[in-house]
């Protein structure tokens, strides 16, 4: 208990120094300074979770601890699952549309590009990937344009939702791996062309 308090302590002097700095404007923007302040919300959790537990050793339960962050009506559940700060596609708005910039050129141009010309223009190539070369015989070039754009949609919500949970990983995995897999096709794609 007494190192969750000096650690909660220190984390809200170290708050105070920082906002007698700064505007509060400048703060809304310093991904540092949210994180900082969820740490301080979670080191509060914790300090109230071992007062309960010193009140009633054997269930935990049963402490009149109350969690000065949490607001009035929330229980610490759903406090514990809002992640703190906005969006990482806010707060990281710029990285967010080059990240996906990349990702629409190289999957959504530059492998639908070279997947047609390759399919289209160049007599005795044929689509090695079984289910569009059967959307491509079957639908044609709207069925696999809209292929192509689901593929992106999904990747793009689950990058969203990544953003919103603030979560790193699902945050940035679908831009790379929608960019790589489009530079790989490309790259096969003008192989195979430039061999015909």
């Known amino acids: 208990m007494e ?6 302590l220190s984390l809200v002097a170290r708050r105070r120094r920082i906002e007698a700095r700064r505007d509060e ?3 809304a923007d310093d991904e540092r300074y949210r994180e900082l ?13 071992l007062l309960a ?20 009506g929330v229980d610490d559940a759903s406090v514990a ?7 990482l596609y806010q707060s990281r708005s710029t990285q967010f549309y080059a990240l996906w910039l990349a990702a629409a050129l ?4 530059g492998d639908v590009v070279s997947t047609l010309y390759a399919t289209i223009a160049v007599p005795g190539l044929i689509e090695g990937n079984p289910v569009v070369n059967a959307l491509l015989s079957t639908a044609g070039l709207p069925g696999f344009l809209l292929l192509k754009l689901i ?23 679908p831009p790379v791996v929608a960019t790589g897999i489009g530079l790989l096709l490309t790259g096969w ?8």
């Open 53 to 72: 537990e010193i009140d009633d050793p054997v269930t935990g339960a049963g402490g009149d601890a109350v969690d000065a962050d949490a607001a009035p």
């Open 37 to 49: 302040t969820g740490e301080i919300a979670a080191r509060r959790r914790q300090i109230d979770t």
């Open 81 to 87: 699952s809002v992640p703190a700060g906005p969006p």
């Open 151 to 173: 593929v992106l949609l999904v990747l793009v919500s689950v990058s969203v939702q990544g953003a919103r949970q603030r979560e790193p990983f699902s945050y940035y995995w």
């Open 3 to 8: 190192g969750a308090v000096e650690t909660y």
């Open 25 to 27: 404007a400048d703060l």
């Open 106 to 109: 190289a999957y959504g141009v």
């Open 189 to 196: 794609n003008v192989r195979l062309i430039a061999g015909a």
